[in-house]
């Protein structure tokens, strides 16, 4: 078993940041991928950024302005959100895959807005 928590959603204008955060906890050995996805209303979940041992890779939407990265030593992910714009309003998912399994943590929202 694998338990996420994700922190650091809120309410941003257009142009600012925010960094949310995943700390992983259980039987996180097996995990060999992590990645965002978000979910806006009306909208099917989306995969934003994943991240594995040979790399990372973005959604076409967010490439030059996210990040993403992990911290082994915490058990943390991490997503970096710059040059933020309201179409970036979702509620933000982390994941992490086994082979046979995908675990989800309870979403953060982020809301961009003037």
């Known amino acids: 078993q694998v338990q996420l928590v994700e922190s650091g959603g809120g309410l941003v204008q257009p142009g600012g940041s925010l960094r949310l955060s995943c700390a992983a906890s259980g039987s996180i050995f097996r995990v060999n991928r992590m990645a965002w996805y978000r979910q806006a209303p009306g909208k099917e979940r989306e995969l934003v950024a994943e991240?594995?041992?040979?790399?990372?890779s973005y959604a076409d939407s967010v490439k030059g302005r996210f990040t993403i990265s992990r911290d082994n030593a915490k058990n943390t992910m991490y997503l970096q959100m710059n040059s933020l714009k309201p179409e970036d309003t979702a509620v933000y998912y982390c994941n992490a895959q086994e082979v046979y399994r995908a675990y989800w943590g309870q979403g953060t929202q982020v809301t961009v807005s003037s």
């Open positions: 991240i594995t041992s040979g790399g990372s």
